[in-house]
Protein backbone atom coordinates (compact mmCIF):
# COMPACT_ATOMS: atom_id res chain seq x y z
CA UNK A 1 0.00 0.00 0.00
CA UNK A 2 1.47 3.25 -0.74
CA UNK A 3 0.25 6.28 1.64
CA UNK A 4 -1.02 9.13 -0.23
CA UNK A 5 -0.80 12.59 0.59
CA UNK A 6 -0.91 16.21 -1.10
CA UNK A 7 -2.17 20.16 -1.31
CA UNK A 8 -4.99 21.47 -3.04
CA UNK A 9 -5.00 24.48 -4.07
CA UNK A 10 -7.72 26.38 -5.88
CA UNK A 11 -6.82 29.51 -8.15
CA UNK A 12 -3.64 29.52 -5.83
CA UNK A 13 -5.39 29.55 -2.71
CA UNK A 14 -5.42 26.79 -0.01
CA UNK A 15 -8.85 25.85 2.03
CA UNK A 16 -9.71 23.77 4.56
CA UNK A 17 -12.67 20.73 3.82
CA UNK A 18 -12.39 19.97 0.26
CA UNK A 19 -12.71 16.50 -0.51
CA UNK A 20 -10.35 14.34 -2.87
CA UNK A 21 -11.44 11.48 -3.35
CA UNK A 22 -9.11 8.86 -5.56
CA UNK A 23 -11.35 6.01 -7.51
CA UNK A 24 -9.79 2.65 -9.10
CA UNK A 25 -9.65 2.30 -12.78
CA UNK A 26 -9.59 -1.14 -15.10
CA UNK A 27 -7.72 -3.46 -13.05
CA UNK A 28 -7.09 -1.24 -9.90
CA UNK A 29 -7.42 -3.80 -6.82
CA UNK A 30 -9.12 -1.94 -3.29
CA UNK A 31 -11.67 0.57 -2.99
CA UNK A 32 -10.46 4.16 -3.58
CA UNK A 33 -9.62 6.44 -0.86
CA UNK A 34 -10.75 9.75 0.61
CA UNK A 35 -9.29 12.67 1.91
CA UNK A 36 -10.22 16.08 3.73
CA UNK A 37 -8.11 19.37 3.92
CA UNK A 38 -7.06 21.52 6.74
CA UNK A 39 -6.30 24.60 6.70
CA UNK A 40 -2.74 24.38 4.57
CA UNK A 41 -4.68 22.59 1.84
CA UNK A 42 -3.13 19.32 3.28
CA UNK A 43 -4.47 16.24 2.82
CA UNK A 44 -4.03 12.29 3.60
CA UNK A 45 -6.42 9.80 1.62
CA UNK A 46 -7.65 6.57 3.88
CA UNK A 47 -9.71 3.89 2.45
CA UNK A 48 -12.70 3.22 3.49
CA UNK A 49 -12.36 0.76 5.95
CA UNK A 50 -9.74 3.61 7.22
CA UNK A 51 -6.82 2.57 6.69
CA UNK A 52 -3.81 4.25 5.22
CA UNK A 53 -2.52 4.26 1.60
CA UNK A 54 -4.05 2.71 -1.87
CA UNK A 55 -2.41 0.17 -3.98
CA UNK A 56 -0.68 1.16 -7.09
CA UNK A 57 -2.34 1.78 -10.34
CA UNK A 58 -4.63 3.61 -12.03
CA UNK A 59 -7.02 6.37 -10.38
CA UNK A 60 -9.47 8.79 -11.54
CA UNK A 61 -9.54 12.03 -9.00
CA UNK A 62 -11.99 14.52 -7.70
CA UNK A 63 -12.15 17.38 -5.85
CA UNK A 64 -15.47 18.48 -4.17
CA UNK A 65 -15.95 21.79 -1.94
CA UNK A 66 -19.37 21.86 -1.17
CA UNK A 67 -20.65 25.25 0.62
CA UNK A 68 -23.73 26.29 2.42
CA UNK A 69 -25.35 29.29 1.63
CA UNK A 70 -23.77 31.23 3.85
CA UNK A 71 -20.48 29.84 3.15
CA UNK A 72 -20.06 27.19 6.23
CA UNK A 73 -19.10 23.74 4.82
CA UNK A 74 -21.74 21.07 5.77
CA UNK A 75 -21.62 18.80 8.93
CA UNK A 76 -19.14 15.95 8.28
CA UNK A 77 -22.54 13.45 8.39
CA UNK A 78 -24.70 15.36 6.77
CA UNK A 79 -26.37 13.22 3.66
CA UNK A 80 -26.05 15.39 0.09
CA UNK A 81 -29.69 15.10 -0.20
CA UNK A 82 -30.49 16.50 2.99
CA UNK A 83 -28.69 19.24 2.70
CA UNK A 84 -28.38 22.75 1.43
CA UNK A 85 -24.63 22.67 0.82
CA UNK A 86 -23.93 23.07 -3.19
CA UNK A 87 -21.04 22.07 -5.23
CA UNK A 88 -18.86 24.80 -5.79
CA UNK A 89 -16.40 23.44 -8.11
CA UNK A 90 -16.90 22.92 -11.93
CA UNK A 91 -17.94 18.91 -12.59
CA UNK A 92 -14.16 18.73 -14.59
CA UNK A 93 -12.76 18.59 -11.30
CA UNK A 94 -16.24 17.50 -9.15
CA UNK A 95 -17.73 14.76 -10.67
CA UNK A 96 -16.35 10.81 -11.26
CA UNK A 97 -18.00 10.46 -13.83
CA UNK A 98 -16.67 13.74 -16.12
CA UNK A 99 -13.20 14.72 -13.77
CA UNK A 100 -10.50 15.13 -16.11
CA UNK A 101 -7.85 14.65 -12.62
CA UNK A 102 -5.78 11.32 -13.19
CA UNK A 103 -3.40 9.33 -11.64
CA UNK A 104 -0.87 6.75 -11.92
CA UNK A 105 0.74 5.30 -8.29
CA UNK A 106 3.72 2.81 -9.57
CA UNK A 107 4.49 0.62 -6.83
CA UNK A 108 7.67 2.80 -5.16
CA UNK A 109 5.62 5.54 -5.67
CA UNK A 110 7.11 8.45 -3.05
CA UNK A 111 5.30 11.51 -5.01
CA UNK A 112 3.23 14.43 -3.19
CA UNK A 113 -0.11 14.56 -5.25
CA UNK A 114 -0.33 18.32 -5.02
CA UNK A 115 -3.56 19.68 -7.46
CA UNK A 116 -3.57 23.66 -8.15
CA UNK A 117 -6.92 23.81 -9.75
CA UNK A 118 -8.36 26.68 -12.01
CA UNK A 119 -11.64 27.64 -10.71
CA UNK A 120 -12.05 31.25 -11.69
CA UNK A 121 -13.45 32.11 -15.06
Known amino acids: MLPIAGNIKLDGQSYANVVVVFYPQGDTTGHGGK ?11 TSPHGKTGLPP ?6 VS ?3 NPDGSPPAPNEMPI ?8 PVKYSDADKTELK ?3 TPDDKRSFD ?6 K
Open 35 to 45: GVTDAGGRYQL
Open 57 to 62: GDYKVT
Open 65 to 67: RRL
Open 82 to 89: ESQARETL
Open 103 to 105: VKL
Open 115 to 120: FDLKVK
